[in-house]
């Protein structure tokens, strides 16, 4: 069985400028979460979708971070503007409908903003 | 405020000898108390999940056990390898939904010859 997919695995970008994270989950999952890991903290909820709906999105900053999951498989994050303070880790994580506590994660997209 | 502190913030052992981590909560209402180990520059991958009944659960070396009364829990590693250097995570989940999880900072733990 394949793991969660995320693409790139590393992302340099200038601030200002646009990025997008990709994700492909564990098939068959309908719920999949966007976490930020900063370096020494564990990962904070950006958004989780329930196949294509987004129900929890309250610690997504509106202004600047987007995603969409537009079949209820892959999704997508976006920045934009990027700032310095968004040099993070972006994980990706899946779980079943019948083992909803059991989250499988992707290996993440480091970002670097400079 | 639901918040999961871990203990200590690292740890270094010699290969072979044994090690607990330390996670205290104070998630309400607790639904399952789990613990992940991340190698560096990989995702989080599971090691034991444990709902309100479970005292104790093992994976291999890894055993954690739960006190729900003190709201403790701790990951036993036995007889380290230079493979379990990592970060431990522990995270517990309120209620029913995985989706309100809350994340320790983790213990980062580094094994030498």
Redesign the interface.
Known sequence: EAGVVQSPRYKIIEKKQPVAFWCNPISGHNTLYWYLQNLGQGPELLIRYENEEAVDDSQLPKDRFSAERLKGVDSTLKIQPAELGDSAVYLCASSSRDRVNEQFFGPGTRLTVL | KNQ?EQSPQSLIILEGKNCTLQCNYTVSPF??L?W?KQDT??????LT?MTFSENTKSNGRYTATLDADTKQSSLHITASQLSDSASY?C?V?AG????K?T????T?LTVKP
């Open positions: 999961v639904s399952n789990r992940y520059g990989r995702g989080p991958v599971s999940i995570i995270v989940s029913t939904n995985a989706g999880s994340f320790g900072d983790g980062t």
